[in-house]
């Protein structure tokens, strides 16, 4: 089982939204993506392990411990492990610059791609203040957008000290926007807009579970999906050439190029948990 011989080896491979310690993560299906597909570097943006429902229904499966061992052993054998917490697993965010084993732990990473492309790694929530209050900031202008920033850090630190789970921007965007794709459009500008402060050529992104890969004023803008519902993940190939993968069921006796369905645009369905 160590040696597949019939697996797919990716310059990089970005995983996020997987939710692990919850029973709508879809670990079984992760499994088999990991087994049939490798990367010099891995990079999991954000909600790997789901910390927020870990404190009151903890749910840990042996696919969940699987996940974890597999992840830690590709580590083990070579490949460099980025991980970019997010809002479930914000407790990471206290070891930042640090290493577990073989994983690094960062806020944010810059990603270059084979053809030379600088691209900002970063799970997504930093933003949900700004995507929520858009329009209102768009007219305040710089310094309310480091306002909203920084108050959504605050914000959710009180609610966590609370006890109070985290507010999710998913379910707020389906329940006050009428239209989900200005929800989705409003996440994706403020993502692409960071990516171009920070002086990148894109941004890598996950927390909303909605897999894309867009153009967004001369700002590429790619994000990994998740693996609660549509079990997706963003990789590069050796040439730089980017690609959304969707394992939609166990390989079993399947060739393992039958299994990956190229995504471009995955029908809409931002799903709840982000
Ligand atoms: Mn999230």
């Avoid at 969940?64 to 914000?90: F, S």
């Avoid at 867009?214 to 963003?234: F, Q």
Wanted: overall charge neutral.
């Amino acid at each position: 089982m160590s040696e597949q011989p019939e697996a797919r080896h990716f310059r990089t491979l970005f995983i996020s939204d997987v939710h692990l310690g919850t029973r709508g993560c879809q670990s079984e299906l992760l499994l088999d993506f990991m087994r049939y597909n490798d990367a010099e570097t891995i990079y999991l943006v954000g909600d790997i392990i789901d910390g927020w429902r870990l404190k009151r229904s903890w749910y840990w499966s042996q696919a969940h411990n699987d996940v974890v061992q597999k992840m830690l052993r590709k580590g083990r054998k070579g490949a460099r492990i980025v991980y970019t917490p997010g809002n479930h697993d914000e407790f990471l965010r206290s070891y930042l610059g640090t290493h577990f084993g073989d994983v690094e732990v960062t806020d944010t990473a810059i990603h270059e791609t084979a053809d030379g492309r600088k691209l900002l790694v970063i799970h997504g929530d930093q933003f949900d203040v700004v995507v929520r209050h858009a329009k209102w900031l768009a007219l305040l202008g710089d310094w309310a957008y480091v306002a909203a920033l920084n108050l959504n850090t605050v914000v959710n630190k009180v609610r966590r000290w609370l006890g109070f789970p985290y507010w999710s921007l998913s379910a707020w965007g389906k329940l006050k926007v009428k239209n989900a794709v200005n929800f989705i459009g409003a996440f994706e500008q403020a993502l692409s807009g960071e990516a171009r402060r920070v002086g990148a050529d894109g941004v890598v992104c996950g927390h909303i579970h909605h897999a894309a890969v867009r153009d967004i004023d001369g700002i590429a803008y790619y994000n990994t999906g998740d693996w609660v519902e549509s079990c997706t993940a963003l990789v590069e190939h050796h040439d730089g050439r980017m690609e959304i993968l969707r394992w939609t069921r166990l390989s079993a006796r399947s060739a393992a190029s039958d299994l990956a369905e190229p995504v471009s645009e995955p029908a809409p369905g931002a799903q709840a948990a982000a």
